[in-house]
């Protein structure tokens, strides 16, 4: 990633240089960008998506979906980068959009998603896995967007049977990575979008992990279904 950051902040300076006056204001924000130390690039990125988030709010509202989107896109990337960080701190509680949206809205799905998605990366399987039974609980109210039913369902069917894999709950586990080749078949249904590759295929490896002799006699089944 810091790779592809120096050549973007190679490739803006370059093209000030082709596009700009030489005497022009912003060709000197350019040059100085072009000289700043790449260790505090993060803390550019903090900044610019801040304001973008601003002027969002500012021109579109806080209710604006777009403005949700953008505010989501910050909190992954810093979440994502940075494992001291806690999901709390960049994203508002469940419960504020709970109380403007209703349970069942997109956005209140998506902190939930993005919090057991964080807390699966970190390795942290029961937080995942309790996230992830909630998003599957809120994707069930969805009765008028099969799209956002089947997506979430898919998704979180696909956290949670991997949290339980990890946490070595045998049967349950089977049955939500199951659930996600059943859910994912629903939403190419509605559209056909084949974008859970990389979760079927992990889904997959476990499965059959799960189906061999060795991972059960190693521990890798429920308490009450020992051999």
């Not at 859970?196 to 190693?218: D, Q, R, S, V």
């Amino acid at each position: 990633m810091n790779d592809l950051a120096a050549l973007l902040k190679r490739h803006l300076v370059q093209s000030s240089e082709t596009f700009l006056l030489p005497n022009s204001s912003n060709a000197l924000i350019y040059k100085a960008l072009g000289d700043l130390d790449m260790t505090y690039m993060a803390d550019v990125e903090d900044r610019i998506m801040a304001r973008f988030n601003e002027l969002f709010e500012f021109y579109l509202g806080p209710v604006c979906y777009s403005s949700f989107v953008v505010m989501m896109d910050g909190a992954r990337r810093r979440l994502f980068r940075d494992e001291w960080t806690r999901p709390e701190d960049f994203l508002h509680p469940v419960s504020h959009f709970d109380a403007v949206f209703g349970p069942a809205n997109r956005r209140s799905m998506d902190v939930i998603s993005l919090r057991a998605e964080v807390f699966n990366r970190r390795g942290m399987h029961a937080e995942t896995e309790v996230e992830a039974a909630l998003l599957i609980e809120r994707a069930e109210m969805i009765n008028d967007d099969p799209w956002q039913r089947f997506y979430n369902l898919t998704r979180g069917s696909f956290l949670l049977g991997v949290s339980q894999y990890a946490l070595k709950k045998r049967d349950a586990a089977i049955g939500n990575l199951l659930n996600v080749f059943r859910y994912e078949e629903d939403l190419q249904r509605v559209n056909d979008f084949h974008m859970f590759g990389p979760e079927k295929f992990t889904a997959l490896k476990c499965l059959e992990e799960m189906m061999t002799p060795e991972w059960i006699l190693n521990g890798g089944c429920d308490a009450d279904d020992k051999l």
